[in-house]
């Protein structure tokens, strides 16, 4: 279920329009209208959108009174952003350890006698 989660969160952030979204939404809840007014696109469109969002769990839809605005979930970006740190830590080591072999090659280089 954690690989399904993580396939719809990346999924959904694929596209530029939902990221756009998302952006919006971190700044404060807002209904399907305020979201479209940016966008050259009609509100089903932008509905489609949500919906896809609401299904990866990075948008929830509140009510308040007729209104059914719509808010940013953060775990999902969090279980994202754990699953994306494990690879920066291992290009990080790997990184780290190039350095030091470059470092080592280059001081080796400039020794008498060291390959130049």
């Known amino acids: ?8 969160t990346f999924a959904a952030l694929a596209d530029p329009t939902r990221r756009a979204i998302l952006a919006r939404l971190a700044v404060g809840e807002a209904s399907v209208t305020e979201l479209a007014r940016p ?20 948008v929830s839809r509140g009510r308040d009174a007729q209104r059914r605005p719509r808010r940013l979930e953060a775990k999902p970006l969090a279980q994202a952003t754990a699953w994306l740190e494990r690879y920066r830590r291992l290009w990080e080591r790997r990184f780290r350890r190039l350095d030091a072999l470059l470092d080592e090659l280059q001081t080796q280089a400039k020794k008498p006698g060291g390959h130049r």
């Open 1 to 8: 279920m954690q690989q399904a989660r993580l396939d719809a």
């Open 39 to 58: 966008f050259a696109m009609s509100q089903p469109a932008i509905s489609k959108h949500l919906k896809v969002l609401e299904r990866a769990g990075l």
